[in-house]
């Protein structure tokens, strides 16, 4: 989540000032290659709404990946937008940066000058308004008899990273191991790469992960050995679980496809994203923006440089709000998948419109799409289950259950119209008649004709399923009623 976010607030500033959203694949790591991260990335992307401008066409998709051959590729002129297609390129400003002398071709067998600057420990002294991790991302050395070109780290060296969220930041005698820039594959390392592809695409804003703080002198002194202007670097803090500790699965669901299968909107995941770590500013006291509106907006002097919490209840709040916001015909739109994904058939036409007509009735009582299922399974499968065990309480037993059932049955097969108010009417009788509590009896002509307690309004569902279905069921249950065990 904490990468989507980071994506989100690129997006968002390209939107703002008018620039462009570039979507790079950097997969020149081949050894932690995942497969299919590709597809998720482009698809997750393309479902929140976070269209990039640029990025891998699909003549370049299909030649790192050949399942891709269904996936639209994007535009662009600045290309490929797919590392691993860019090799000749890294090589040679590798070859470049060997010609000024600050990086040399390094073989760990042979190279004792390597070795030696090996010995000299890993290590960051940065100072800065917030504190920054010292860990720095190193590359293992190559393989005995590969022939990999390193960066020379320049002693006693001070570097300053103007951070568009921090602040200043400055590294004091940098004392690091001489990084990989090239392995011996003939692969660049990510100090290589994101440099070269930064130049090249003519980034102006780099928005990356706090943990990357720690390695950006590195990159940094690879822009002025080849006198390039680097980009503006912001770098957003961590998003945590409500634990304060990093995100993971132990705290629900963390990658964009689970929200998805769970039935959050992305409209609301986005929103909700974007407030993670970063406020609209003074004066502003809404939480609910559109995509528009937060374009608008958005600048990173309103990011905060501590770390974000990712609290699910207020994600389940404002889906919530989305979800109610909807038009009803929209919102039976996105809730079918679920409903087929349960095995509920919602596929003819009227199958369709009663969809539509209920959801109004349950809009008030679900927070995500995946929980309109099991309200509205009394409806759209057959046969369905009754938890008769339901009916029984300290007002009902099996004989006034019966009574119940007949009664109800009785005054609602004697309606000339069957509509709402003419339903609550001959419900309303039948408790009058019984004297019985109003409660007792309408839960029990709830789990006869729907199997639960919790469904949308009584009224609503028995106008949903119809008069020769309503009372089909009261006499199935009636007769299950009286058929069962004391």
Not at 470 to 483: C, I, N, P, Q
């Given at each position: 989540m904490g990468g989507v976010r980071t994506a989100l607030f690129a997006y968002l500033l390209a939107k703002k000032h008018g620039g462009k959203f570039l979507l790079r694949v950097e997969d020149t790591d081949q050894q932690r290659l995942v497969p299919g991260a590709i597809r998720a990335i482009v698809e997750d992307l393309r479902w929140l709404g976070v269209d990039p401008d640029e990025g891998p066409s699909a003549e370049e998709l299909r030649k790192v990946d050949p399942t891709l051959t269904d996936l639209k590729g994007f535009s662009g002129s600045k290309g490929p937008y797919i590392q691993s297609l860019r090799l000749e390129r890294y090589r040679e400003v590798a070859d470049e940066l060997v010609r000024l002398g600050v990086a040399y071709k390094s073989d760990t067998a042979a190279d004792s000058s390597w070795m030696e600057r090996k010995k000299k420990p890993v290590a960051l002294a940065a100072t800065s308004d917030d504190d920054a991790d010292e860990s720095v991302h190193q590359e293992d050395e190559p393989e005995a008899g590969s022939s990999a070109i390193r960066l020379r780290i320049p002693r006693n060296a001070d570097v300053t990273l103007k951070d568009a969220i921090r602040g200043n930041v400055t590294w004091h005698s940098l004392s690091l191991n001489d990084p990989v820039l090239l392995k011996g594959d003939g692969f660049p390392t990510y100090h290589l790469a994101v440099v070269v592809d930064d130049h090249d695409m003519q980034i102006s804003h780099v928005l990356r992960g706090e943990e990357w703080i720690p390695s950006t002198p590195i990159h940094l002194l690879i822009y002025k050995a080849l006198g390039w202007e680097p980009p503006i670097f912001a770098h957003p803090a961590s998003v945590l679980g409500e634990d304060g500790k990093k995100l993971s699965k132990r705290h629900g669901a963390t990658n964009v496809s689970s929200f998805r299968e769970s039935g959050y909107l992305p409209e609301a995941l986005l929103n909700f994203l974007c407030l993670i770590g970063w406020a609209p500013g003074e004066g502003e006291t809404r939480e609910i923006f559109t995509k528009a509106?937060?374009?608008?907006?958005?600048?990173?002097?309103?990011?905060?440089?501590?770390?974000?919490?990712?609290?699910?209840?207020?994600?389940?709040?404002?889906?919530?709000?989305?979800?109610?916001?909807?038009?009803?015909?929209?919102?039976?739109?996105?809730?079918?998948?679920?409903?087929?994904?349960?095995?509920?058939?919602?596929?003819?036409?009227?199958?369709?419109?009663?969809?539509?007509?209920?959801?109004?009735?349950?809009?008030?009582?679900?927070?995500?799409?995946?929980?309109?299922?099991?309200?509205?399974?009394?409806?759209?499968?057959?046969?369905?289950?009754?938890?008769?065990?339901?009916?029984?309480?300290?007002?009902?037993?099996?004989?006034?259950?019966?009574?119940?059932?007949?009664?109800?049955?009785?005054?609602?097969?004697?309606?000339?119209?069957?509509?709402?108010?003419?339903?609550?009417?001959?419900?309303?009788?039948?408790?009058?008649?019984?004297?019985?509590?109003?409660?007792?009896?309408?839960?029990?002509?709830?789990?006869?004709?729907?199997?639960?307690?919790?469904?949308?309004?009584?009224?609503?569902?028995?106008?949903?399923?119809?008069?020769?279905?309503?009372?089909?069921?009261?006499?199935?249950?009636?007769?299950?009623?009286?058929?069962?065990?004391?």
């Open positions: 509106e937060l374009s608008k907006l958005f600048s990173l002097e309103h990011v905060n440089s501590a770390a974000g919490i990712f609290a699910y209840d207020k994600l389940n709040w404002m889906n919530a709000q989305y979800l109610r916001a909807l038009p009803d015909a929209e919102l039976a739109r996105r809730i079918r998948p679920f409903l087929q994904r349960d095995g509920l058939k919602v596929e003819t036409e009227s199958e369709q419109k009663l969809l539509e007509y209920i959801v109004p009735h349950i809009k008030e009582r679900i927070e995500r799409l995946d929980q309109a299922a099991p309200l509205l399974e009394f409806l759209f499968k057959e046969p369905f289950e009754r938890d008769l065990s339901q009916m029984f309480s300290k007002h009902v037993d099996k004989e006034k259950a019966v009574r119940i059932l007949d009664k109800g049955g009785e005054k609602l097969q004697s309606l000339a119209n069957f509509t709402g108010p003419e339903v609550d009417s001959a419900l309303r009788a039948a408790v009058e008649e019984l004297g019985l509590p109003m409660g007792a009896i309408f839960s029990t002509v709830r789990i006869a004709v729907t199997g639960k307690k919790i469904t949308p309004p009584l009224i609503e569902s028995i106008l949903a399923l119809g008069p020769e279905v309503t009372l089909r069921r009261l006499k199935e249950a009636r007769s299950l009623v009286e058929a069962a065990p004391l």
